[in-house]
């Protein structure tokens, strides 16, 4: 599976049926979700994988889902926040916010396998963790115990935000280019640490 095929999965309309775990009870769920992402990842900038053009060799990656509002089988996803540490193709751990409630993390682990599939199949650890957002006034910090992203806006004519649409995938609408300021993880199935690589933030809104 190459970065294309692999950020459609993530992005999850394109999500085939037969990737799932649980694909029979996953076609009858009914989904809709808006959320805020944001991405440092070891790519150049611009990481040509959100343009559909797969970067070769190895992407390590963090991305921040902040769910803002949507359902799935009538109940809320509203504040469903988590983190995404991932090796493109080989694995990925999933930080859930330990602030959220044993309802809301039912909620997010059933949503995990019909939304976000692409994550979730090659998952090799979903924890909870303390999970620390922080707007700056360039651009933004998150981060888990082993993971850390600060990530700045990459300015563009007259000082002004890169703003690019009609990427191949409906997790990156509303695109703004960023680049990594700090961008390391640190755990049992890899460590990286990289700065001045691509970084983005986006809406995605997507439905199944």
């Known amino acids: 599976m190459d970065r294309r095929e692999f950020s459609k999965l993530v ?31 070891s790519c150049p900038i611009p990481c040509s994988c959100n343009f559909g053009r797969p970067e070769a060799g190895t992407c390590h990656g963090n991305r921040l889902i902040q769910i803002r509002d949507g ?16 090796e493109m193709r080989v694995w990925t751990r999933i930080y859930i916010d330990d ?21 979730d199949r090659i ?3 979903k924890v909870r963790a303390p999970l620390t957002i922080q707007e700056t006034a360039d651009g933004l910090r998150f981060g888990v115990p082993e993971s ?3 990530m700045k806006l990459l300015p563009g004519l007259d000082g002004g935000r890169i703003v690019i649409s009609g990427l191949p995938n409906p997790a990156y609408r509303d695109y703004v280019q960023h680049e ?16 001045g690589t691509n970084g983005f933030r986006s809406v995605m809104r997507a439905n199944g």
């Open 148 to 150: 850390t992203v600060e």
């Open 71 to 86: 359902q799935l089988d009538g109940a809320s996803l509203a504040g469903l926040n988590f983190l995404v540490a991932f």
């Open 11 to 41: 992005g999850s309309l394109a999500v085939a049926p037969a990737l799932l775990p649980a694909a029979a009870e996953a076609e009858t769920r009914t989904w809709s979700l808006t959320a805020d992402v944001a991405e440092c990842c």
């Open 123 to 125: 998952a090799r650890a």
């Open 99 to 119: 602030r959220l409630s044993q309802t809301q993390s039912a909620t997010l682990d059933r949503l995990l396998p019909v939304a976000f599939a692409g994550f």
């Open 180 to 195: 990594s300021v700090v961008h390391t993880h640190r755990s049992a199935d890899g460590e990286w640490s990289h700065s």
